[in-house]
C-alpha cells in the first residue's frame, strides 16, 4: 500500500523553527479535490490531535488553537505534497508529528475520518 512520509522533524531550541514536509512513497496515490491533507502529533501519554489542515480544492486552512498564528500548512499540487512551517516552538509542541488524508471532505479533526498515514516524525522542543 502506498503510504505517506514525512521529513524534518528534529531537535530545536524553545523559539525556534522547524519544517516537516510529506509526500506520497509511490506515484499511484492520489489526493483529490475534495480530500483533507492534515498534520496530527502525539506527545507521550497524549491521545494524538489535530494540528492543522488543508482542503485541497480551494487551499483553506484550519488550525488547532494551540498553534494558530505560529504554524503554517501549505500545499503543492503538482507534487502532491503538504509541509508545516513552524515557527516559535514550544516545549509542549513536542510530539511524534503525523501526516494523513481525510477523504471525506468533512470532519477535519477526527482522525477516524482519515484513510492514510505516514510514520511519523520526531520534532523536540528543549527548554
Known amino acids: 500500500q502506498v503510504q505517506l512520509v514525512e521529513y524534518g522533524g528534529g531537535w530545536v531550541q524553545t523559539g525556534g523553527s522547524l519544517t516537516l514536509a510529506c509526500a506520497p512513497s509511490?506515484?499511484?496515490?492520489?489526493?483529490?479535490?475534495?480530500?483533507?491533507m492534515a498534520w496530527f502529533r502525539q506527545a507521550p501519554g497524549k491521545e494524538r490531535e489535530f494540528v492543522a489542515g488543508?482542503?485541497?480544492?480551494?487551499?483553506?486552512?484550519l488550525y488547532a488553537d494551540s498553534v494558530k498564528g505560529r504554524f503554517t500548512i501549505f500545499r503543492d499540487a503538482a507534487e502532491n505534497s503538504v509541509s508545516l512551517q513552524m515557527n516559535n516552538l514550544k516545549p509542549e509542541d513536542t510530539a511524534v508529528y503525523y501526516c494523513?488524508?481525510?477523504?471525506?471532505?468533512?470532519?477535519?479533526?477526527?482522525?477516524?475520518?482519515?484513510?492514510?498515514w505516514g510514520q511519523g516524525v520526531q520534532v523536540t522542543v528543549s527548554s
Open positions: 494523513a488524508r481525510n477523504p471525506t471532505g468533512t470532519s477535519n479533526a477526527d482522525e477516524s475520518k482519515y484513510d492514510h
Open positions: 488543508v482542503t485541497w480544492r480551494n487551499y483553506k486552512r
Open positions: 509511490g506515484r499511484d496515490f492520489v489526493i483529490y479535490a475534495n480530500n483533507i
